[in-house]
């Protein structure tokens, strides 16, 4: 079994060579087999003209949070082939959480659900509600 | 009917106060009632650690050509409920386009579609194809 | 507040005024604000030709516990706008059961989780995974 | 090159197979490599409580036209591995018709869409909107 840390950190790494990730200032604040935690600070630039967070911020981190859940849960290279989510509330506050678990893993695939929470004054309030499918690459 | 010019440079008013889409270099490229065509530039910065674009600049162009196509073809203030994307073939080249039409348009909520291309060498491959819901805003 | 099984007997009616639901013999056992669960013995009528649960029946069961889950969360008469659905091991043994949940909740919406198990030989398991959103009727 | 009438008479066996189909009474009116079309006679035993066809119809429509579409796109054994749904309108009138089509295809999936028309005195309506993966068995 691999050190909890070590695991984190390696995972920390993949996300440092993710250009995007990096444009963004993504965070994964926590990594398990099958479990993921990441993380951005809202600032102006995520934002679009009603003042909170872009969708596609939203859909951003609730999409990478899938692919670290479900590539953790298979141990294999993979990518993201399908995800569905629903949007519940703005984006508002200085910070989002997006928590994604595998639900089910087989040796193809697994299917994770995500939620992404907005900190507002340190309190979560639910923003988005995601689904997806992650499988091993090519 | 409003004049086409006019109406495209109404879009992109809107998508000039997007500071994420600015972030991102998002070009509206046509736009029509229930209609619009999105681009972007793939920079080095919005790509992930395999060199093709990252999953969340395909799921933000989706988003916002979705969003797009639904509020033009509803002509009041809108927001994206929900949208489901697969992803089709990683985005290589030099150029995503989306191109997003309304398919169904009530007084509360357009369901919209979206194709995501990748151009490389002035060819266009399907890399997505997404589908969602637009609704009125509050 | 109504009393627990009042509220059952409520929801059972609903389903007994359902022809399709009756054709296919759904059951609901449990039923409260926002949670719903729904039972389906698995006759040979409902299944597809490699002997399983067929798609639809699962798919069914899915839609319909999610409608009583947003419903009963809502308190006013909803459809099903949406849902998305992964199908996760085919549907084999004497029985499927759905347990659905209202995540979110608002004045015209709520968006919803559920889960499909099929029980062979009196264990459950996992086989679909849905997310949808239940609105307001009219 | 397989006759187009032989091919059709295929698929029709395979529906032929399903006991949920023939409960429902199904019947494929069109089918061609990445291509389907399903019909249903919309009787009594087939709708909700509003006299409208419940969704878990037209889902199961929807849901096993996209799976021969993308079946006879890929021309191996397969089965729906995801999809997502969006009901449009109710479906009112004698018949549903959903017709589906391979968008992409790999080796191991295809991305297929689908419409689903009630049809009343003649004319068609879309009632419901559909995109999923259909994936090789096993």
Do not use: W
Not at 3 to 24: C, I, T, W, Y
Not at 67 to 76: C, R
Not at 121 to 131: F, I, R, T
């Amino acid at each position: 079994m691999v050190d909890p840390q070590v695991f984190l950190n390696m995972g920390r790494e993949v996300l440092a060579q993710q250009a995007f990730s990096q444009l963004l200032g993504a965070e994964l604040s926590a990594l398990a087999p099958g479990r993921a935690e990441l993380q951005l600070a809202l600032r102006e630039q995520l934002k679009q003209q009603n003042g909170f967070a872009h969708g596609g911020v939203i859909s951003y981190l609730a999409d990478n949070a899938l692919t670290y859940a479900g590539g953790t849960a298979m141990q294999v290279p993979v990518v993201t082939s399908e995800f569905k989510i629903n949007y519940l509330r703005p984006g508002l506050g200085e910070r989002l959480i997006a928590r994604a678990e595998a639900v089910h893993v087989s040796k193809t695939q697994a299917v994770c659900r995500c939620e992404v929470y907005a900190v507002a004054d340190g309190a979560e309030k639910l923003c988005a509600l995601a689904q997806g499918t992650i499988v091993k690459l090519g």
